[in-house]
């Protein structure tokens, strides 16, 4: 079953702001996690369970869809 773009919307703004430029940084600019990590002046772990637990809860925003 597809999403419509609301539903993708949706999904998109129950990331916090952090999580969302993360998410970017990583896969729309192709950043490393130790790029971004430097860049927000965090360690890289911080920046890797970030994103995962994003890409969790877009996980679970679409199957309750």
């Given at each position: 079953?597809?999403m419509c773009i609301?539903?993708?919307?949706a999904a998109?703004?129950?990331?916090?702001?952090?999580?969302?430029?993360?998410?970017?940084?990583?896969?729309?600019?192709?950043?490393?996690?130790?790029?971004?990590?430097?860049?927000?002046?965090?360690?890289?772990?911080?920046i890797?369970?970030?994103?995962?637990?994003?890409?969790s809860?877009?996980?679970?925003?679409?199957?309750?869809?």
């Amino acid at each position: 079953r597809q999403m419509c773009i609301r539903d993708r919307c949706a999904a998109l703004q129950r990331l916090t702001d952090k999580q969302l430029r993360r998410l970017y940084a990583r896969y729309f600019l192709n950043m490393k996690y130790t790029d971004i990590a430097k860049r927000e002046n965090v360690n890289e772990s911080t920046i890797r369970c970030s994103i995962q637990s994003a890409l969790s809860r877009l996980e679970k925003s679409i199957k309750k869809s």
